[in-house]
């Protein structure tokens, strides 16, 4: 069983930031697109950035210029570096890594909470 491991979450004042990270199993990270995706109470799961392995990132529109997200390919970790936080991107974010050939292949952490309040 493919096991994605994360870290980082909690609780910060609107403004503040956070780092996510996730590892994978290196015979994962080495081909999978890895992602993050958030869920808020009420609200479908969306996804929040992806990274290739060749490093091309896709970001939604309501974080462009806040995150970041990156990868390190020798620790098989990727990051979600999230700035100037606001109340609306308090959910569960989950780590995601996806078969660029094959759609059936996706694999999911078990979530991490992430608060923005005062």
């Known amino acids: 069983q493919v096991q994605l491991v994360e870290s980082g979450g909690g609780l910060v004042q609107p403004g503040g930031s956070l780092r996510l990270s996730c590892a994978a199993p290196?015979?994962?990270?080495?081909?999978?697109?890895m992602g993050w995706y958030r869920q808020a109470p009420g609200k479908q799961r969306e996804l929040v950035a992806d990274?290739?392995?060749?490093?091309?990132?896709n970001y939604a529109d309501s974080v462009k210029g806040r995150f970041t997200i990156s990868r390190d390919n020798a620790k098989n970790t990727v990051y979600l570096q999230m700035d100037s936080l606001k109340p609306e991107d308090t959910a569960v974010y989950s780590c995601?890594?996806?078969?660029?050939?094959?759609?059936?292949?996706?694999?999911w952490g078990q979530g991490t909470q992430v608060t923005v309040s005062s």
């Open positions: 990274i290739t392995h060749g490093g091309r990132t």
């Open positions: 995601n890594a996806a078969h660029p050939y094959v759609s059936s292949l996706r694999y």
């Open positions: 290196g015979s994962i990270f080495s081909i999978c697109t």
